[in-house]
């Protein structure tokens, strides 16, 4: 199964981007890369995702290696709000019988 | 529009009992998924459920087992309870479609924190 590999914690200030890296040097070609991130004491939430090409959403981007052993989320202006633990997951599509691999997830402290 | 629900939120069992956890899905989304998240571990999946079927299972053991019926809503059950199954359980839905994958969004509810004592 392919796996993720993300640094236990980052620190950012307020107002400042935030770049979030991801390593799957094991990912297949159907493998999709999602982000989600959890604060505290509530589920997850969905962030963003991509299969090959970089995204854009109102929350973050997802640039995408070109040989997509790697990922990085960004957010561009870092808030109080977005401390919380974000995962990288990798999502197989491969037909009915996907799988999941989570990574161990990154804290992110803001500083105000 | 509702989110997730899942019940109950907390609860304390002994080592050797039961537990059944429930969780409601939005309304239409016909995908239910389970995941256990504990300190050491983190996330892991446990299964997901379309349409009342099984499509995909975590590597856990049998003691971990679910359902779904025809609304949709599902519960999973853990017999003969073990020290180590106390984590937060955590349900998350998603449309129709082929799966995870091609929709893009899990919706995960707030969890059902067991504490097997």
């Known amino acids: 199964d392919a796996k993720t590999t993300q640094p236990n914690s980052m620190e950012s200030n307020e107002e400042e981007p935030v770049h979030l890296p991801c390593n799957h040097s094991?990912?297949?070609?159907?493998?999709?890369i999602h982000w989600y991130r959890q604060l505290p004491s509530q589920g997850p939430e969905y962030v963003i995702h991509g299969l090959t090409s970089n995204v854009n959403n109102r929350m973050a981007s997802l640039a995408i290696a070109e040989d997509r052993k790697s990922s990085t989320l960004i957010l561009h202006r870092a808030t109080l709000r977005d401390a919380a633990v974000y995962y990288c997951?990798?999502?197989?599509?491969?037909?009915?019988?996907?799988?999941?691999?989570f990574g161990k997830g990154t804290l992110l402290t803001v500083n105000p | 529009k509702a989110g997730v629900t899942q019940t109950p939120r907390y609860l304390i069992k002994t080592r050797g009992q039961q537990v059944t956890l429930s969780c409601s899905p939005i309304s239409g989304h016909r995908s239910v998924s389970w995941y256990q998240q504990t300190p050491g571990q983190g996330l892991q999946f446990l299964f997901e459920?379309?349409?009342?079927?099984?499509?995909n299972k975590g590597n856990f053991p049998g003691r971990f087992s679910g359902r779904q019926f025809s609304n949709s809503r599902s519960e999973m059950n853990v017999s003969t309870l073990e020290l180590g199954d106390s984590a937060l359980y955590l349900c998350a839905s998603s449309r129709v479609g082929d799966g995870l994958a091609n929709t893009g969004e899990l919706f995960f509810g707030e969890g059902s924190r067991l504490t097997v004592l």
């Open positions: 094991t990912i297949s070609g159907t493998d999709y």
């Open positions: 459920y379309f349409s009342e079927t099984q499509r």
């Open positions: 997951i990798l999502l197989n599509s491969g037909g009915s019988n996907y799988k999941l691999t």
